[in-house]
């Protein structure tokens, strides 16, 4: 049997990749996922995400229950399409702008026993959707944009 793991998380896929949004309760995970999804993404999972190994690649996708739904807060749960899995191509910490590095290492974290690249994100930040947008294309297109090493 393939193992899974259940992570708090929200997942968005973006031309076919998924994104985990990881964060404390109110650190803006829905928040950021909602503007994402208004310019075009759509949703794997909101808050609880399954994740499991499908040979070199992690797989995300919904618990049953939870599947196509999205808290917006001040307004409540509300249903989408959801996108039914995607393989997970980044992982994003949500922390308050003060934490942010301005030039960071590059990093990666190893979920299944697969690195995945990893990047922090202050999610209310005006551009915090366009900044995740660019890292997913550094991480999964080839040509630029493209990360420069140190």
């Known amino acids: 049997m393939t193992e899974r793991v259940l992570i708090h998380a929200t997942a968005v896929a973006i031309d076919g990749h998924a ?19 208004d310019a075009g993404a759509g949703l794997v999972a909101d808050d ?12 995300v996708r919904a618990p049953a229950t939870i599947a ?51 990047i922090v994100l202050a999610p209310f930040e005006t551009s915090a959707a366009a900044k995740l947008r660019l890292a997913l294309r550094v991480f999964t297109a080839p040509g630029l944009p493209a990360m420069v090493s140190e």
């Open 19 to 37: 994104i985990l949004l990881r964060g404390p309760p109110g650190s803006g995970k829905s928040d950021l996922a909602l503007r994402l999804i």
């Open 68 to 118: 196509g739904l999205i808290e917006v807060r001040g307004v409540g749960i509300i249903r989408l399409a959801p996108v039914p899995e995607a393989p997970v191509a980044l992982i994003v910490d949500l922390v308050p702008a003060e934490e942010i590095e301005r030039l960071p290492a590059r990093r990666s974290e190893t979920i299944l026993g697969l690195p995945l690249p990893l």
């Open 48 to 59: 609880q995400s399954e994740l499991h190994r499908k040979g070199d690649t992690i797989i």
